[in-house]
DNA sequence: ACTTAAACGAGACGGTACGTCGTGTCTTGCG
DNA sequence: CGCAAGACACGACGTACCGTCTCGTTTAAGT
């Protein structure tokens, strides 16, 4: 390990190291086994220096997260509403399902049914930016013509990705292509 | 109190004693505000008491909640599809987004996000029923010849609720009587 | 197993099924290891059937204890102070060091130091008797005329068992019978 | 108070409460009455504390004692072995029988027995510079020639103390000045 | 180069809750 | 009416983490 602190600003490589290890320590013992103990051990850090930078186990979490969502649910162009809807709700699909940023995101959404607070940063940080990517393909549609102008956007998100979410988090039902084929026509033939 | 114990099994009045005590805090202190000592000690019981006939905290508040669920869930008729559906959501999202069941709700559904093994009970104990309630609408319909015979209806019950559900356990928008309009209007115009 | 209780008094069986219990699990897994719930469970007796006829585990031990150093303790005559002396505290030292009656003893005697009230008891139900014993020698010397009528007998019996107990509670040196000779040969010669 | 932990090993402040602390209860309320809860709380020290750095409540204990014993058992020189013997006998019943030191006395040496990991400990932290104590006085006189060289010094010890012990561990009898003085004529008197 | 101050690894501290064990009391139904 | 069975309230156990607090070291910016 190269530094042990210094005058201006963080050390990079113990943000990163935390991250990590609290990506791993889920992955591996589930949420209950994510300790701040277990986190400054596994990455080689003292605790101060967590709390130093985040309030609780779930702010890590969420920071881990965010760089994966970024990434992972950039919406693509395919030409047609119900073509863009398929492609983005397989992409939400496998990126809620995931053994990664998916395992990262359950824990994060059902931390948030427990603690208010958390709930509102998760909303703040992820979950405004998120409704701007599931909206995404309806706008377009819309400036297409593909859709009235009048849409009830967000509900008709909710009608699209709410099911979704619904074999994610409750039933356990795997979202195939069929499913999704479903959702998105019966959306489409209105 | 009246009697402490004896060899036909357990006594009632602890058990009710645990429940309300588990569901008062939740609803008083938040799901981290419930523990096993709290419990006790709220209930005037022992914590052996508490181990001998529970295996967490998530077991009793699902205790609590079955009993509500299967009072506050009951499906009612109403002649029609539309009106069986707009009926039902309401009461399903009266139901999850309430003070008191509600708040169960929330825990054990946030608690499953964290622990496999939890998912499965709540399915097999919970899950499995509410099905039956979701689609009870569905086959009435069926039955009286408003819905083709062949539906998926699983699928179709994903789309009923399932908006319903992302407004509650994601965004927290409020579900009113116009988002369900929209979407049992949209799920029948089919 | 013959009876459950009957109408007319305790059951003897189930008397010796406890403090045969007792003595066994402190032969095999030491003091700590006697509890009412571990009697109860080796002796296939109900704990309350204990309650009823015994105050604590030290008296479950005593009772068996009583038994043994009445059998054990006997005094025996040998013609001569010295001979008699030398074969009391030779026995006595195999008794307080034996494997069986030797541990109940210590155990006894070491919890008589944490409870003052079980320290009377003992005295009561054991010691008195003990120093007729440890006496008795003593007391047939003075009648043949080998030590004079007004010999201090409580100290002259400390003078001799005391090194005894010393090194059988204190040091954990071996009583053998070089030492027995010593302590016989420095008392016999005043 | 003022820290609470450092790099550099424990806190003394801590320490001494836990001693201090585990010395009051057990004057107060008896052995029973020592429990490491209780000492915790009444230290103000978190059990966690104790258990860092002491392995049961008998460990604080004695702790507790080795500090007593070597301040309260300094041998002191009187000319002759009489004399010798008188004060350093007086000195260790007082000791043995004292409201502090000597209730830790009793409550270590009962566990002992109890214990036989313990006693060991015991023998190895206390017996050990004990018996340099207890034949102190026999060395110095044999250094004078008061006694022969070739005496069997541990047997003499035990001659000595022995009566004490037995006086102090089993019988309760008063260990006075009358009766010690009898102990010391009858060994002097050789 | 020398000082200085922030961030660091380390780890002891006061706490809270955990899940377990044993206590002594009770209630029930059998023999 | 004594008994086996066993549920109960209670208290303590020893452990795991929490979040806070030094401590002494490392490092780069500002003398």
Redesign the interface.
């Known amino acids: 390990m190269a530094h042990h602190g210094n005058r201006h600003g963080r050390s990079e490589e113990a943000r990163r190291a935390v991250l990590r290890a609290a990506d791993d320590l889920l992955v591996e013992k ?3 086994g994510v300790t701040i103990e277990g986190i400054a051990a596994a990455a080689g850090v003292a605790k101060q220096t967590i709390y130093r930078w985040w309030g609780s186990k779930t702010d890590i979490l969420l920071d881990t997260f965010l760089e994966d969502a970024a990434r992972d649910l950039a919406s693509q162009e395919h030409g047609t509403l119900a073509e863009d809807l398929r492609a983005y709700l397989r992409q939400l699909a496998d990126f809620l399902t995931g053994n990664d940023a998916g395992a990262v995101f ?2 994060l ?8 607070v958390f ?1 509102e940063t998760l ?1 703040t940080h992820y ?1 405004d930016e998120q ?1 701007q990517r599931d909206r995404a393909p309806l706008d377009r549609a819309i400036a297409r013509g593909e859709l009235p102008k009048d849409l ?1 956007i ?2 008709a998100v ?2 699209l ?7 994610v ?5 795997p979202v195939d292509d069929a ?1 999704i084929g ?2 998105v026509e ?2 489409v ?2």
Chains 1, 2, 3, 4 share one sequence.
Request: positive net charge; hydrophobic residues 40%.
């Open positions: 589930g949420f209950a359950r824990a959404i059902g931390h948030a049914q427990h603690d208010a709930a909303r979950l409704r009830d967000p509900a909710d009608m990705v709410g099911p979704v979410y619904h074999r988090l409750m039933t356990g039902d499913f479903e959702v019966h959306f033939k209105r």
